[in-house]
């Protein structure tokens, strides 16, 4: 290691600025008389925990690669393109998409530079305690939990559906108690075990997809059974957009795009599972960055070429896109697929959905049970949330979430997918009101380091498209107006008729109408204060991660066999 960072290996117990404990000045490693502390003789985050309390750092590098690239590629992208390009044409749904992927990677950025700095147990909800307020980090903790509450149920409901593509003979609540199983299991036997899950998941999902690109690629050339030439033919005709339930000109086709707007935004939901699994992370220093860097890739690999495809092989005025049967046959490319005669692969692809909503499934529990711990150790909820098993789990979060999966068993009448699409909508506001809030954390981060005078430059992770937190700022714009907005249908009048739903409407906005109340509300009782700029604290609880950073570098410095550092590329 030929230095150290600027920030030093300072610890502080007060809320004195990181000047007073560290220097501008970079020290080479010659100079140093006194051999950096050991990760044993640094204070710990949980330092003072009993054992029946602390999380385990098993995640593994690899891990978090992967929750990184597949973390969001699910549902939203297999089946939520169908209704999306039906309602925005191939334009529209590729614009939609691409400006959702703006913002997925301007928030990733923000959050990134945050954790890897301070990736401690409870991610985003203990570092907008630390930045901006006691009362946001209650918030967001519930916030994420009442989310996970919601989309648990959702995705078991689609596990069970998908099934019935192959089975149909068995009732759909059986399915549902497998997943349900299946997704608790995952969870109570340690970070590690859930990460060697979602390393496979997400491994099949990105194959998957990569599989459908080519696929996608060799039909529009025409390389088909019928050998027709695609090319372009379906932004000419139809066209590249749709005008939105009938309305013409330039108001159709904006409403079209922005119907787009929505559903991709439910798409990119779960992007930001990485802030919370850096906190079981191994070196987060270094994974952290590595796994955020790969979000560029996802978005303009995974998504952005996706649905240029998507919009190349199907046209938007297909019937079949407007299918409700939940499974395979309602994928774009399997649409693409049936319509150019190709057998066996719709059965493939489903299965691959259903990796997928078990994959989120699992990542719901696990999500919601780590806000649940970082709420309990900032002492705004039960104690017995952060009681861990021998794995490391905190079994008492996991299987309170495990309970509110049994509202998917509501899915089982006639109103299955009424009661689904309520889900997605208090999934998707609740998802939106969390990425506010963590745009938010990052601003008022960005503020104390200029305030103290730290420079970006010294932090484990910086983003170049972050400069003054303009990235942060174009999220956090963006998941406002989409959010007032998530309700305008229900305002419109089509043929005449008014379209409103009151069920529709409150499943919209009652995230939006629960988020300042809990805030307000949480200040009101317990007098909480806004973080000041020049009162934030950059010291307490670095030196862990110093200290972890600098083993690190160490070991790197050392001459290992050719065979050793392939091996600790994967490992």
Same mark, same amino acid.
């Given at each position: 290691?030929?230095?150290?960072?600027e920030?030093?290996?300072?610890y502080?117990?007060?809320?004195?600025?990181?000047?007073?404990?560290?220097t501008?000045?970079?020290l080479?490693a010659d100079? /140093?008389?006194?051999?950096?502390?050991g990760?044993?003789n640094?204070? *710990? !985050?949980?330092?003072?925990?009993?054992?029946?309390?602390?999380?385990?750092?098993e995640?593994?590098? +690899? *891990?978090m690669?992967?929750?990184?690239i597949?973390?969001?590629i699910?549902t939203?992208?297999?089946?939520?393109t169908?209704?999306?390009l039906?309602d925005?044409?191939p334009? %529209?749904?590729l614009?939609g998409y691409t400006?959702?992927?703006?913002?997925? $990677?301007?928030l990733? &950025?923000?959050?990134?530079?945050?954790?890897?700095?301070?990736p401690?147990?409870?991610? *985003?909800?203990r570092l907008a305690?630390r930045?901006?307020?006691?009362?946001?980090?209650?918030?967001?903790?519930?916030?994420? /939990?009442?989310?996970?509450?919601?989309?648990?149920?959702?995705?078991l409901?689609?596990?069970?559906?998908l099934?019935n593509?192959w089975?149909? !003979?068995i009732?759909?609540?059986?399915w /549902?108690?497998?997943?349900?199983?299946?997704?608790i299991?995952?969870?109570?036997f340690?970070?590690?075990v859930?990460?060697e899950?979602?390393f496979w998941?997400?491994?099949?999902?990105?194959?998957c &997809?990569?599989?459908?690109?080519?696929?996608?690629?060799?039909?529009t050339a025409?390389?088909?059974p019928?050998?027709?030439?695609?090319?372009?033919?379906?932004?000419?005709?139809?066209?590249p @957009?749709?005008?939105?339930e009938?309305i013409?000109?330039?108001?159709?086709?904006f409403?079209?795009?922005?119907?787009?707007?929505?559903?991709?935004?439910?798409?990119?939901l779960?992007t930001e599972g990485?802030a919370?699994a850096?906190?079981?992370? +191994?070196?987060?220093?270094?994974? $952290?960055?590595?796994?955020?860097?790969?979000?560029y890739?996802?978005?303009?690999?995974?998504?952005? $070429?996706?649905? @240029?495809? /998507?919009?190349?092989?199907?046209?938007?005025?297909?019937?079949?896109?407007?299918l409700?049967?939940g499974?395979?046959?309602?994928?774009?490319?399997?649409?693409a697929?049936?319509?150019?005669g190709i057998?066996?692969?719709?059965?493939?692809?489903?299965?691959?959905?259903?990796?997928?909503?078990?994959?989120? %499934?699992?990542?719901?529990v696990?999500t919601s049970s780590?806000s649940?711990?970082g709420?309990?150790?900032?002492?705004?909820?039960?104690k017995?949330?952060?009681r861990?098993?021998?794995?490391?789990t905190?079994?008492?979060g996991?299987?309170?979430?495990?309970?509110?999966?049994?509202?998917?068993?509501m899915?089982?009448?006639g109103t299955?997918s009424?009661?689904?699409?309520?889900f997605t909508?208090?999934?998707?506001?609740c998802?939106?009101?969390?990425w506010?809030?963590?745009?938010?954390?990052?601003?008022r981060?960005?503020?104390?380091?200029?305030a103290?005078?730290?420079?970006r430059?010294?932090?484990?992770?910086?983003s170049v498209?972050?400069y003054?937190?303009?990235?942060?700022?174009?999220?956090?714009i963006?998941?406002?107006l989409?959010l007032?907005?998530?309700?305008?249908?229900?305002f419109?009048?089509?043929?005449?008729?008014?379209?409103w739903?009151t069920?529709g409407?409150?499943t919209n906005y009652?995230p &939006?109408?629960?988020?300042p109340?809990?805030w307000?509300?949480?200040?009101?009782?317990k007098?909480?204060? @806004?973080?000041?700029?020049?009162e934030m !604290?950059?010291v307490?609880?670095?030196?862990?991660?110093? $200290?972890? !950073?600098?083993?690190?570098e160490? #070991?790197m410095? #050392?001459?290992?066999?050719?065979?050793?550092?392939?091996?600790?590329?994967?490992m």
């Amino acid at each position: 290691m030929s230095e150290f960072k600027e920030y030093g290996y300072g610890y502080s117990n007060d809320n004195k600025k990181a000047e007073d404990y560290t220097t501008t000045e970079v020290l080479p490693a010659d100079d /140093i008389d006194v051999e950096p502390p050991g990760v044993d003789n640094v204070p *710990h !985050d949980d330092d003072g925990l009993e054992d029946k309390y602390k999380l385990k750092r098993e995640m593994k590098s +690899r *891990h978090m690669q992967l929750i990184g690239i597949g973390s969001a590629i699910g549902t939203g992208l297999f089946l939520g393109t169908a209704p999306a390009l039906a309602d925005g044409g191939p334009l %529209g749904l590729l614009l939609g998409y691409t400006l959702m992927g703006a913002v997925c $990677v301007c928030l990733m &950025v923000s959050v990134g530079e945050m954790i890897a700095f301070y990736p401690v147990p409870g991610g *985003h909800i203990r570092l907008a305690e630390r930045f901006v307020d006691p009362a946001l980090a209650f918030t967001m903790g519930y916030n994420m /939990i009442v989310s996970s509450f919601v989309s648990l149920p959702s995705e078991l409901s689609a596990g069970a559906v998908l099934i019935n593509m192959w089975n149909t !003979d068995i009732s759909n609540g059986v399915w /549902i108690t497998c997943g349900l199983l299946l997704v608790i299991a995952l969870n109570l036997f340690g970070p590690g075990v859930y990460g060697e899950a979602e390393f496979w998941f997400c491994s099949i999902k990105v194959l998957c &997809v990569l599989g459908l690109m080519l696929l996608g690629i060799i039909l529009t050339a025409g390389g088909g059974p019928n050998g027709e030439v695609i090319g372009f033919k379906y932004w000419k005709d139809p066209g590249p @957009f749709v005008q939105y339930e009938g309305i013409s000109g330039s108001l159709g086709a904006f409403l079209g795009w922005w119907a787009v707007l929505l559903r991709a935004g439910y798409a990119y939901l779960g992007t930001e599972g990485v802030a919370l699994a850096a906190g079981e992370a +191994r070196n987060p220093r270094r994974t $952290v960055p590595r796994a955020i860097k790969t979000v560029y890739v996802r978005i303009i690999f995974f998504y952005i $070429v996706t649905v @240029f495809l /998507i919009g190349m092989v199907i046209p938007s005025n297909d019937s079949s896109l407007s299918l409700s049967s939940g499974n395979a046959l309602s994928a774009p490319f399997v649409i693409a697929i049936r319509r150019a005669g190709i057998p066996a692969l719709p059965s493939i692809v489903n299965a691959c959905l259903l990796t997928s909503a078990w994959s989120a %499934g699992s990542a719901g529990v696990y999500t919601s049970s780590r806000s649940m711990y970082g709420l309990a150790k900032l002492g705004i909820a039960p104690k017995i949330w952060m009681r861990t098993n021998r794995y490391g789990t905190p079994w008492v979060g996991v299987l309170t979430v495990g309970l509110f999966g049994g509202l998917s068993y509501m899915t089982l009448d006639g109103t299955a997918s009424e009661v689904f699409n309520y889900f997605t909508n208090l999934t998707s506001a609740c998802g939106l009101l969390t990425w506010w809030g963590m745009c938010f954390t990052y601003i008022r981060f960005n503020s104390g380091l200029r305030a103290q005078g730290i420079s970006r430059s010294s932090l484990p992770y910086a983003s170049v498209i972050n400069y003054r937190a303009l990235a942060a700022w174009f999220a956090l714009i963006w998941c406002s107006l989409i959010l007032f907005f998530s309700g305008w249908s229900n305002f419109l009048k089509i043929d005449g008729e008014s379209n409103w739903s009151t069920s529709g409407f409150i499943t919209n906005y009652m995230p &939006v109408w629960l988020y300042p109340m809990w805030w307000i509300g949480y200040k009101l009782v317990k007098k909480s204060k @806004f973080v000041r700029s020049n009162e934030m !604290d950059f010291v307490t609880g670095i030196a862990e991660f110093d $200290v972890q !950073d600098y083993k690190t570098e160490a #070991e790197m410095a #050392e001459k290992k066999p050719w065979y050793k550092r392939i091996f600790n590329v994967f490992m």
